[in-house]
T-cell receptor, first 112, second 115 residues
């Protein structure tokens, strides 16, 4: 399995609080992605990175920001969490653009 | 824009029976195609992929998929399912043109296996 970890694995927070999720990889892959998974929607891309300090928006980026200061770490921040952001968040990595992605174990986030 | 449709939300199959999960895509050229499996509480695992060449691709766990350009389909098959195959299955399409990093996922098909 690809070396991808996510932290925390579970988090419960309150509306309006900031939340940061971390994705860490040991594969030295260039591309990293954040998805959210919700019933009936499959996986939807939030943001992705194509290199250190290089990021771009996905289809559901509103309310989220990302940062990548090192190859191995990709952070997803909810500046002010809302109940609509309750979801399971997956990080993925890819060595080649458009190629297969490898997924982390996920973070279950509940916003009360 | 590319898109993926998995028309079956939920499929129930008897153990030992054959399986076919449907996937249709929309894309202007030959795409890269993928099937992933997700067990409860787990991340997604790649089952197989199609980039070019032979339209019948073999994957892990005894799965195969066939790319049919005329039908814009990439259906997943297994001749005999095992109880451990119960999971959710996602089809994904990634554009083959240089410069686009994104995959688009279908909404998934949940597979239930009955004894």
């Amino acid at each position: 399995d690809a070396g991808i970890t996510q932290s925390p694995r579970h988090k419960v927070t309150e509306t309006g609080t900031p939340v940061t999720l971390r994705c860490h990889q040991t594969e030295n892959h260039r591309y990293m992605y954040w998805y959210r998974q919700d019933p009936g929607h499959g996986l939807r891309l939030i943001h992705y990175s194509y290199g250190v300090k290089d990021t771009d928006k996905g289809e559901v980026s509103d309310g989220y920001s990302v940062s990548r200061s090192k190859t191995e770490d990709f952070l997803l921040t909810l500046e002010s969490a809302t109940s609509s952001q309750t979801s399971v968040y997956f990080c993925a990595i890819s060595e080649v653009r458009g190629n297969e992605q490898f997924f982390g174990p996920g973070t279950r986030l509940t916003v009360l | 824009a590319q898109s993926v449709t998995q028309p079956d939300i939920h499929i129930t199959v008897s153990e030992g029976a054959s399986l076919e999960l449907r996937c249709n895509y929309s894309y202007g050229a030959t795409p890269y195609l993928f099937w992933y499996v997700q067990s409860p509480g787990q991340g997604l695992q790649l089952l197989l992929k199609y980039f070019s060449g032979d339209t019948l691709v073999q994957g892990i766990k005894g799965f195969e998929a066939e790319f049919k350009r005329s039908q814009s389909s990439f259906n997943l098959r297994k001749p005999s399912v095992h109880w451990s195959d119960a999971a959710e299955y996602f089809c994904a399409v990634g554009p083959s043109n240089f410069g686009n990093e994104k995959l688009t996922f279908g909404t998934g098909t949940r597979l239930t296996i009955i004894p």
